[in-house]
């Protein structure tokens, strides 16, 4: 069965420091892999998302991934952290055959002014 | 419009209570979804919606039950909850089922007293 691990639990980084979240999959053929952001007491937005191509996405909020296949890996990394960045990110794997998504148990992230 | 509502923001109610969330969009999307999140925990898929037929049941007690009355709106009916089941729920929508491309709303939150 497909999982994700998002290893850190909870991250702080500093206003205008560059960000790096990890997260893990576990799956046999090449997944549909997610990143969503969910704000306090909010739904979850869907920051970007890797189907094919190009390893490299880019997405909103001047947010961008890498998927590494011979790492398993599909880390979200924004070059400088805004205070508004502040939130719960979730990764989330979707197998090509289910209708489910898998998320990770989410990163916390904390911005320090 | 990109955006799916949900009705009420906030629900308290007791066990003996009978009660609805609601969820809307006007994206012409054809499937739905519902979620529950728990505290510090990630989305678990509930039910699935496709062209108004429910699709997917994640063997959901029946004190909850689904609606979809058209395409653009997902109902969940409430009856004889328990304390256990507070939690955010989700809503979400897709282009059609599957996807993995799902847009969420801001959730209700629910208390069971």
């Known amino acids: 069965a497909q999982s994700v691990t998002q290893p850190d639990i909870h991250i702080t980084v500093s206003e205008g420091a560059s960000l790096e979240l990890r997260c893990n999959y576990s799956?046999?053929?090449?997944?549909?892999l997610f990143w969503y952001v969910q704000s306090p007491g909010q739904g979850l937005q869907l920051l970007l998302k890797?189907?094919?191509?190009?390893?490299l996405v880019q997405g909103i909020k001047g947010f961008e991934a890498e998927f590494k296949r011979s790492q398993s890996s599909f880390n979200l990394r924004k070059p400088s952290v805004h205070w508004s960045d502040a939130a719960e990110y979730f990764c989330?794997?979707?197998?090509?055959?289910?209708?489910?998504?898998?998320f990770g148990k989410g990163t916390l992230l904390t911005v320090n002014p | 419009d990109t955006e799916v509502t949900q009705t009420p923001k906030h629900l308290v109610m007791g066990m003996t209570n009978k009660k609805s969330l609601k969820c809307e969009q006007h994206?012409?999307?054809?499937?739905m979804y519902w979620y529950k999140q728990k505290a510090k925990k990630p989305p678990e898929l509930m039910f699935v919606?496709?062209?108004?037929?429910?699709?997917i049941n994640e063997s959901v007690p029946s004190r909850f039950s689904p609606e979809c009355p058209n395409s653009s709106l997902l109902n969940l009916h409430l009856h004889a909850l328990q304390p256990e089941d507070s939690a955010l729920y989700l809503c979400?929508?897709?282009?059609?089922?599957?996807?993995?491309?799902?847009?969420f709303g801001p959730g209700t939150r629910l208390t069971v007293t």
């Open positions: 979400a929508s897709s282009q059609r089922w599957p996807s993995y491309e799902q847009y």
């Open positions: 799956y046999g053929a090449t997944p549909y």
């Open positions: 994206m012409g999307h054809r499937a």
């Open positions: 989330a794997v979707g197998e090509g055959s289910n209708y489910k998504l898998t």
């Open positions: 919606y496709s062209y108004e037929k429910l699709s």
């Open positions: 890797y189907f094919s191509g190009d390893t």
